[in-house]
């Protein structure tokens, strides 16, 4: 099949070690602009992207997002957060009556309407041959970041991308291979896997290491007293 935009989605890859090029002005209003225009919630825009382009705030998102240094290292770094605090204002600006406290609902349409953006930019920035790495780590420390990016209330850093252009071992580096269709499109309803399915979806070995590592960490700790906060922070009046 040729078709470029399959080519951009299907050869992706994480990218974590860049090279010492800049990312050109206009490369970055386009990317930026892609991620604007990507589907929103009632076109209500519930979201609100921060560049990150002060060295010292980008070191401290290293050390706060679970110590990792390449953050500092990349050449654009954004952090989308999901924003109510805009639409707030403005329904008191309206003068609508007995406005609600947020609700979890609403958490999580903002962080839907922020992480599409956030994949409008990654793609985007593929287009122009920059690899990009999530950071699902910007949930982390909420208070540290919240005072470094001045985040008001209703506001809360729900993904962080990371962009630069890669290093030829970067470029050669093996895709990381993908779980069946089958396992993971059903149609129509759920299927749960057979056992046998589900001993092939990763070595027993491997999970615990990955459940080590992902769900009774440190960090893991810290992402899910953090997410209280955030919520706390999020339903206040």
Same mark, same amino acid.
């Given at each position: 099949?040729?078709?470029?935009?399959?080519?951009?989605?299907?050869?992706?890859?994480?990218?974590?070690?860049?090279?010492?090029?800049?990312?050109?002005?206009e490369i970055?209003?386009?990317?930026?602009?892609?991620?604007?225009?990507?589907?929103?919630?009632?076109? *209500?825009? !519930?979201?609100?992207?921060? @560049?990150?382009?002060?060295?010292?705030? &980008?070191? +401290?998102? =290293?050390?706060?997002?679970?110590?990792q240094p390449?953050?500092?290292?990349?050449? *654009?770094? !954004?952090?989308?957060?999901? @924003?109510?605090?805009?639409?707030?204002? &403005?329904? +008191?600006? =309206?003068?609508?009556?007995?406005?609600p406290e947020?609700?979890?609902?609403?958490?999580?349409?903002?962080?839907?309407?922020?992480?599409?953006?956030?994949?409008?930019?990654?793609?985007?920035?593929?287009?122009?041959?920059?690899?990009?790495?999530?950071?699902?780590?910007?949930?982390?420390?909420?208070?540290?970041?919240?005072?470094?990016?001045?985040?008001?209330?209703?506001?809360?850093?729900?993904?962080?991308?990371?962009?630069?252009?890669?290093?030829?071992?970067?470029?050669?580096?093996?895709?990381?291979?993908?779980?069946?269709?089958?396992?993971?499109?059903?149609?129509?309803?759920?299927?749960?896997?057979?056992?046998?399915?589900?001993?092939?979806?990763?070595?027993?070995?491997?999970?615990?290491?990955?459940?080590?590592?992902?769900?009774?960490?440190?960090?893991?700790?810290?992402?899910?007293?953090?997410?209280?906060?955030?919520?706390?922070?999020?339903?206040?009046?």
């Open positions: 099949m040729n078709n470029p935009t399959m080519d951009v989605l299907m050869n992706r890859k994480s990218v974590r070690v860049f090279t010492e090029q800049e990312i050109a002005p970055k209003e386009a990317i930026l602009g892609a991620a604007m225009r990507a589907p929103t919630a009632g076109n *209500m825009m !519930l979201y609100t992207i921060i @560049d990150v382009t002060d060295q010292e705030i &980008k070191d +401290k998102l =290293a050390v706060n997002c679970d110590h390449f953050i500092a290292t990349s050449k *654009m770094c !954004l952090v989308f957060c999901a @924003d109510y605090h805009r639409w707030i204002r &403005k329904f +008191k600006q =309206a003068e609508c009556e007995n406005i947020l609700e979890l609902s609403d958490l999580i349409l903002a962080t839907n309407d922020a992480v599409i953006a956030a994949h409008a930019a990654c793609v985007a920035a593929e287009s122009f041959g920059i690899g990009s790495c999530y950071i699902g780590d910007i949930i982390e420390n909420f208070e540290k970041n919240k005072e470094m990016l001045n985040l008001p209330d209703h506001v809360a850093p729900v993904s962080m991308l990371v962009f630069g252009y890669p290093t030829e071992q970067q470029k050669e580096r093996a895709q990381v291979s993908r779980y069946p269709k089958e396992w993971i499109v059903h149609e129509n309803s759920y299927r749960e896997l057979t056992e046998d399915e589900l001993m092939q979806y990763r070595p027993n070995d491997t999970t615990k290491a990955l459940y080590n590592r992902k769900y009774v960490s440190e960090f893991a700790r810290e992402m899910v007293r953090s997410t209280k906060v955030i919520f706390e922070n999020w339903n206040k009046n």
